[in-house]
């Protein structure tokens, strides 16, 4: 069983920058892809950036490509989400997610993903 804790959430202006961070602990974090998704208020949850087990691939959706990188620490079992830029259709509550996986593909949908975070609430004012 594998434990998602996030944390860096917070407001912040448009424009403006946040550092997500998604610990983990109980599994081998090495043997994990990991993803960051978000939901906004009244809309379903989706993807916004996956890393595959060695951080060798990621993947973005297309709304936060050149604005937002994801990465990750295996020494230290975290992955992080680097969003830059942000607008006021960031606002959302984003979820850390892993899935056992040693493949270099990395996955965009939240079926696929193994265990979850409790979310982290981001607000970006105009």
């Known amino acids: 069983q594998v434990q998602l804790v996030e944390s860096g959430g917070g407001s912040v202006q448009a424009g403006g920058s946040l550092r997500l961070s998604c610990a983990a602990s109980?599994?081998?974090?090495?043997?994990?892809?990991g993803g960051w998704f978000r939901q906004a208020p009244g809309k379903e949850r989706e993807f916004v950036a996956g890393?595959?087990?060695?951080?060798?691939?990621?993947t973005y959706a297309d709304s936060v490509k050149g604005r937002f990188t994801i990465s990750r620490d295996n020494a230290k079992n975290t992955v992080y989400l680097q969003m830059n830029s942000l607008k006021a259709e960031d606002t959302a509550v984003y979820y850390c997610a892993v899935r056992r996986s040693l493949s270099a593909t990395v996955r965009v949908r939240e079926s696929e993903y193994d265990y979850w975070g409790q979310g982290t609430q981001v607000i970006v004012s105009s």
């Open positions: 109980g599994g081998t974090f090495s043997n994990y892809a």
């Open positions: 890393i595959s087990w060695n951080g060798g691939r990621t």
